[in-house]
């Protein structure tokens, strides 16, 4: 098993920036896919960034404003977030893989563990 926690989320005018944090707990080295994904109201889930032990991908629509890393001595996955636009509010949900394939990484759907969201508003 493993718990997810996010924090970071709040509200920042457009232009500026925000980092989230999620944490792991339980069985972390099971899970070395985590990954980003984001929910607006009346919208579907949407693929925002994952890394793996090797590589880092993002979607379309935040690719060269956000940053994902991570630090494993702390089993924490991190997105750094800039230039910020209305449209990137939503709930911001961090996710753990077990055993998927770069193919999937975009897919919420093969994602078998979930944070409890964070929102953030992006509001002048």
């Known amino acids: 098993q493993v718990q997810l926690v996010e924090s970071g989320g709040g509200l920042v005018q457009p232009g500026g920036s925000l980092t989230l944090s999620c944490t792991a707990s339980?069985?972390?080295?099971?899970?070395?896919?985590k990954a980003w994904f984001r929910q607006a109201p009346g919208k579907e889930r949407e693929f925002v960034a994952a890394t793996t032990w090797t590589s880092n991908y993002y979607g379309d629509s935040v690719k060269g404003r956000f940053t994902i890393s991570r630090d494993n001595a702390r089993n924490t996955v991190y997105l750094q977030m800039n230039s910020l636009k209305p449209e990137d509010t939503a709930v911001y949900f961090c996710?753990?893989?077990?055993?998927?394939?770069?193919?999937?990484?975009?897919?919420?759907?093969?994602?078998?563990?979930w944070g409890q969201g964070t929102q953030v508003t992006v509001s002048s």
């Open positions: 996710a753990a893989a077990v055993g998927i394939s770069v193919s999937t990484i975009k897919q919420h759907e093969v994602y078998k563990y």
């Open positions: 339980g069985s972390t080295f099971s899970s070395p896919v």
